[in-house]
Structure formats: C-alpha cells, structure tokens
C-alpha cells in the first residue's frame, strides 16, 4: 500500500501549505491530528514512525502532489469526517442520474471551518454554511455545525478481569459532540453523517439481529464480502470493489467494528459506539427507490478509483420539517486497540460479542 502516512509527514504537507491543524494528545505517545480544512480527523498515530490506522490519501506523501491535490480543490483527504445527509437530497439534482448529477458542495467540504482549541485535551471545529435542497424539499437551508473532540476513558475499565483483558494492548479513545442547528423552520430535513475512511484488508462487524434487513445502493453485495451470521454481519474491506449497503436501525444497536491484522502478530480494531435510534427518522434514500430510508449504518467499499478505502459510516438525528426539532447534539465514541492479535479479538467479542 503506498498511502502509509506517518504524523510527521502529514504534518509537514499541512505547514507548507499554511494550513491550520490541531494536535490531542492520547495516551502512550498516541496522537491525533484534526485540520481545519474538511473539519477531519486523522490517525490515531501510535508512535513517531507508525502510519496513520486510518486510511489517508496517498497524496500526502511528495510535497508536489499535495499541492496539485490542493489545487483540484478534491474533498478526499482520508480520516475521519462529518458530513450532512441526505445524500440524496443535497448532493444530487436528480435522482433519476445519481452519479451524472452529483456534486459535492463546498459549503460541504471542504467547508469554512475554524479550529480552535478549548481546552489542553479539546478542540472545536464549527462552521455556518449553506446548501441548497433537492428531490426530497427544495430550497436553501442555512445550518450551523459545531464539533467538540476529546478523548474519552476505556470502556472496559470497570470489568473485573479488565487487567487480563488488556494485557498487551493499547487504548485510546475519543468522543465527538456533534450539534447541528438550523437557522429557521421549513420543509427540509437535515442530519450528520459520519464517515470514517479505513485502510483496507480486515474485517467489519455489526452486532444485529437474525434476518437484519439490507439494501444495496449500487452493485449487489454477494457472500464474497458479506456475511449475515445469526447475532451479526461480517463484511470484507478490500479496497478494490465497489459495493455500499444501508442497514435498518431497529435490527442494528449502535455499535460497530473493524478488525484487521498488522505485522508481527499484532492488530488493531475500531469501534464505532453512537446512539441508534429505530424511533429516529433516519432522512437518507435509496436513489431508485423513493421513501425507502430508516438506515443508521452504510458500509462502502472503494474500487481503488478513489484511493481504494473502506467506509464506516453512521447518522446522527434529523432536524427540521416533520421532525419537530431545529437542532441535534449527538455523541459519537470511537475505542481504538491496539496490539497482540489474539488479545485483541477477545476485545472485540466483549466489547461486539463477535468472533473476528
């Protein structure tokens, strides 16, 4: 893979080219870098030399090709993001021609954000922007998204055999408060949409029930890369086949992972832990499918078109129209381990109740 990033060489490309950037320390040596251009997040770097756990745009690695990536003003710049659903009714002006139509607002991303920092282990993103509304309302719609990034403590700290369980094992972990509010009433929804962009070559997991209700949004997802298990879906990140599946809220709980091996025996898993909500009206739409929505988690697979990446992603609560509310506060934790391998996947079933 020729997009193993490590911290000193992104932050490099970033004081280059005079772009503002932010530091949280985690604990071990780990760090986190936040920009302000896309509002991301990106890491977690677990020492000096090791690359980002996260996928990053290769781009990064000369300094010229940074600037020509910076120049075509293109919105992948790998890590962890925020977005604004529905997809559908902001990024698209037709339906009918998803992709000819498509087009990423730069109110969007990368956005106006500013980054400030709060407090010795926080920071803010937030911006105003605008965007316009199509296919489900139409219309503008001016919203304010203000993002709190700070870590957060082990989820397992409190369980009696916690010594034993992380033995060999590093964590980190952070949580972002996540508001959004809109500047007045009208007939368009609006929700956050986290995605997270991961290196390629492990597994994701998504505790759930029997028979949990899917849909593709592009090419059929075959048993190749998806598996539906009684108590969970295991799906391969590969990098280089386009699917992207929807997965309903009431059959879902909220929390999902990505298993994958390093060298010398060693692993790493991601957790996703955010609040699903079946009662949530969950605004995003299947483009061939009107009114077909109430998805809480999409899992996109990459060709290698765009940098050959995995996706794992969540949506917060809608505001506005029929919800009754002009403005969201989410909680989004994300848990990071790291080390032996075997250690490691007993994390993962105590914490996903899956064997990877």
């Not at 296919?135 to 010594?163: C, F, M, T, W």
């Not at 060709?303 to 129209?321: H, K, P």
Request: charged share 20%.
């Amino acid at each position: 893979m020729d997009n193993q990033i490590d911290f000193q060489t992104l932050i490099s490309r970033f004081e280059e080219n005079s772009m503002p950037y932010g530091v949280l320390p985690l604990k071990d040596g780990a760090r986190l870098v936040i920009s302000q251009r896309g509002g991301r997040i990106f890491g977690p770097f677990l020492d000096e030399d090791r690359p980002s756990l996260f996928w990053v745009n290769k781009a990064f690695a000369q300094p010229g090709d940074f600037k020509d990536f910076l120049a075509s003003g293109h919105w992948n710049l790998g890590g962890d993001r925020i977005w604004i659903a529905p997809e559908i009714q902001y990024n698209t002006r037709d339906r009918s021609n998803f992709f000819g139509a498509f087009h990423l607002p730069e109110a969007m991303d990368p956005g106006n954000y500013q980054l400030e920092q709060t407090q010795a282990s926080q920071w803010r993103l937030s911006m105003d922007l605008t965007l316009e509304a199509f296919n489900l309302a139409s219309g503008k719609k001016d919203l304010h998204l203000e993002r709190l990034i700070q870590p957060v403590e082990d989820p397992l700290r409190n369980l009696k055999n916690y010594r034993e369980l992380v033995d060999q094992v590093k964590f980190n972990g952070i949580e972002q408060v996540v508001t959004l509010q809109e500047s007045r009433q009208d007939a368009i929804v609006s929700e956050t949409w986290s995605l997270i962009q991961l290196n390629p070559g492990g597994r994701l997991g998504i505790p759930a029930t029997p028979q949990v209700e899917y849909h593709d949004y592009y090419l059929p997802i075959n048993d190749q890369y998806m598996t539906i298990h009684p108590h969970y879906i295991s799906l391969k990140a590969t990098g280089d086949r386009t699917y992207k599946v929807g997965f309903k809220s009431p059959q879902v709980f909220g929390r999902i992972g990505y298993f994958n091996e390093l060298e010398g025996g060693q692993a790493y898993l991601v957790v996703r832990n955010f609040f699903n909500n079946p009662s949530g009206a969950y605004t995003e739409e299947i483009d061939r499918i009107p009114g077909m929505k109430g998805f809480s988690i999409h899992v996109y697979n990459d060709d290698g078109g765009l940098g050959g990446f995995t996706e794992l992603e969540c949506n917060q609560q809608a505001i506005g129209s029929y919800t009754g509310r002009s403005k969201s506060v989410d909680q989004l934790v994300l848990w990071i381990y790291a080390g032996a391998s075997e250690k490691v996947k007993a994390i993962a079933l105590t914490l996903l109740g899956i064997e990877f």
